[in-house]
């Protein structure tokens, strides 16, 4: 078996595979493009940071390393030392909407 060819986009595949122009389609408009992201991801709501859609999935998530997420439980240890708990901000998709992002992120 020879090395498998691995494209990142249609566009790639198109250029690479049919010699074709690239910013074919709606591709070009990347600033549109950049605005339907940032929409569709939005902002984590502990750190007001840009949350991230991760790709092939339907998860949006906060990538930010200083965010924590949300408090969710403190409790005491032996020596009274306050343990607090944190859930970092993870959103699920439903299956329309984690297509609508996989097509809008996998170009
Ligand atoms: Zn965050």
Not at 8 to 16: K, Q, T
Not at 80 to 105: C, D, H, M, Q, W
């Amino acid at each position: 078996m020879g090395k498998k060819k691995v494209y990142h986009s249609f566009e790639d595949l198109a250029v690479n595979e049919f010699g074709m122009k690239p910013n074919i389609g709606h591709t070009n408009d990347k600033d549109k493009l950049n605005s339907q992201r940032e929409k569709f991801e939005g902002v984590c709501p502990y750190c007001k940071e840009r949350a991230k859609f991760i790709l092939g999935t339907n998860v949006i998530t906060c990538v930010n390393p200083e965010c924590k997420g949300k408090k969710t439980a403190t409790k005491f240890d032996e020596d009274g030392t306050e343990i607090v708990r944190y859930t970092p901000y993870v959103k699920l998709l439903s299956s329309e909407s984690a297509e609508y992002g996989n097509r809008l992120f996998d170009y």
